[in-house]
């Protein structure tokens, strides 16, 4: 079995829980008032808004003994590094300059997917390009991956439920945390 990449194409509106969160971070009347749908991913990480257009979703699935043959093996943080270098590489040829990957332990928030950066995230200028996520079975990994080609944290925001002053405001989370693909290079990328 070879590896491979499944691009996905957002036809509406959904939000995805990871795979340890309680769909109870969501208020759902209000996801069902937007016409969001509630969906959960089988990998870990936070919520994450899937909007048509402003967002490439992506997935890589690397059977074992690829994973054993790049010197990762069952490593789970080894092989986030191992994607999140192939992506940096890939995103360099495609011409975005400056971007890392993170390796230290997660900083930020757990919650939400773009409130955070964890280990083998892609970032630019300190701040989370590409968020991914892994899936772990003797098989192999299915690491879920996404890239905002524009951030919208206010379409977000009003679907999570949380109590009074625990949600992170729109002004922390759109200039600090998230950073949106460079223009033009959306089309770039395979949708």
Not at 29 to 38: L, R, T
Not at 97 to 103: E, K, L, T
Not at 137 to 163: D, E, M, N, Y
């Amino acid at each position: 079995m070879r590896p491979e990449v499944w691009v996905f194409e957002v036809e509406r509106p959904a939000v995805v829980l990871g795979s340890l969160q309680s769909v109870d971070v969501l208020d759902e009347a209000a996801c069902a008032a937007a016409g969001v749908e509630i969906a959960r991913r089988r990998s870990g990480g936070g919520v994450v808004l899937l909007e048509p257009g402003r967002i490439v979703w992506f997935d890589a699935i690397v059977p074992a003994e690829v994973l054993r043959a790049v010197g990762v093996g069952d490593d789970v943080r080894r092989s986030m590094i191992w994607l999140g270098d192939l992506i940096a590489a890939t995103l360099g040829e495609l011409g975005i300059v400056g971007v890392d990957v993170h390796r230290g332990p997660p900083v930020g928030s757990g919650e939400i997917c773009f409130a955070g950066i964890g280990r083998g995230e892609v970032v630019l200028d300190g701040r989370k390009l590409v968020g991914v996520s892994q899936r772990r079975t003797r098989a192999g990994s299915r690491f879920q991956c996404a890239v905002h080609t524009r951030w919208s944290p206010a379409a977000l925001l009003p679907l999570l439920r949380a109590p009074a002053g625990e949600l992170p405001s729109v002004a922390t989370l759109d200039p600090v945390r998230a950073r949106q693909l460079p223009g033009g290079l959306a089309s770039a990328l395979p949708t």
